[in-house]
């Protein structure tokens, strides 16, 4: 509130208790009856709503209703205790149909997935195994992103979430939801870093040849990138592919992109190279000495 611009007035609402326990009133009645009120005293005002915790919920549907009132406010804002890291149990029934719907709301912008995620991220910073708040969210999570949220983002992250449950088959139809999204809108073009994530991927699934048309696409995009012409390399070495790999691995092994991965699949492409060179020199000699 400090920090507030001092040209603007703050004001708290509230509804009697008493009236309120006499008559008992449904969630939506409340923000109707907040949203009329506002409309009614501020009608030319520049409104910006704020709620803190369930509150939250009761601003963001006073806000819907305003907006159908034909006075959409100019800002709101949703206050929580930030990321919540513990299984979110089912909304209480008793609440009524509209506060559960403003609640789930609520919670898919506040705590799913990123929450989950970050939580374990920690786990794994602290040398734990932490997976139940993934799992739970994945079987509780709408297959579809929440209004407000891009396809981009919520497809990705539940992805990220399938990775780390060791399900990279379903993490790949998410990620070609994904991929899908956002050519529609970036006109067509992909976004590179998901397409390193998809190649990846497909190479989970042994998809070979899909992952390297991806990745050798995904280099056409823009100026060559060392990481996606490292991820072809490695790709390419995979598939026994050793020559091409090794044009691709070799000029990067003394760089800042160097890793164990590459210096691991470069050596594979070396030997697989010198084989094939002994192979290829073996069969000359056989050749000229059935000429001779």
């Not at 400090?2 to 509804?15: F, I, S, V, W």
């Not at 990123?114 to 709408?142: F, R, S, Y």
Request: proline share 5%; with cysteine.
């Amino acid at each position: 509130m400090a920090q507030a611009p001092q040209d603007l007035n703050c004001y708290l609402m509230q509804r009697p208790v008493a009236a309120a326990l006499a008559t008992p009133r449904s969630f939506a009645d409340h923000t109707r009856c907040y949203a009329r009120v506002l409309d009614h005293s501020y009608p030319e005002a520049k409104l910006h709503l704020t709620g803190f915790s369930y509150v939250g919920a009761e601003a963001f549907e006073t806000a819907r209703q305003l907006a159908a009132l034909g006075s959409a406010p100019a800002g709101l804002t949703v206050i929580d205790h930030g990321l919540v890291f513990r299984r979110q149990w089912p909304v209480d029934p008793t609440w009524g149909g509209e506060a559960i719907r403003a609640e789930k709301r609520r919670r898919a912008h506040v705590f799913t997935p990123w929450a989950a995620l970050v939580a374990d991220q920690l786990a794994l910073d602290m040398g734990k195994e932490c997976t139940d708040m993934l799992a739970d969210w994945i079987e509780t999570a709408d297959l579809l992103p929440p209004k407000g949220v891009p396809a981009l983002a919520w497809h990705g992250a539940r992805a990220q979430a399938l990775l780390r449950l060791q399900d990279p088959q379903a993490a790949l139809t998410e990620v070609e939801i994904a991929r899908a999204s956002a050519s529609t809108h970036l006109a067509g073009k992909r976004i590179r870093e998901v397409e390193l994530i998809y190649a990846e991927l497909l190479q989970q699934v042994d998809r070979m040849e899909e992952a390297t048309a991806v990745l050798v696409h995904a280099n056409k995009l823009g100026a060559t990138r060392s990481d996606i012409s490292i991820a072809l390399g490695i790709c390419l070495a995979k598939q026994g592919k050793f020559h091409r790999a090794l044009s691709l691995l070799a000029p990067a092994k003394d760089t800042k992109d160097c890793t164990p991965d590459l210096l691991f699949w470069l050596a594979q492409a070396e030997q697989g190279a010198q084989a094939e060179q002994g192979a290829l020199a073996g069969q000359g000699a056989l050749a000229e000495e059935a000429v001779g």
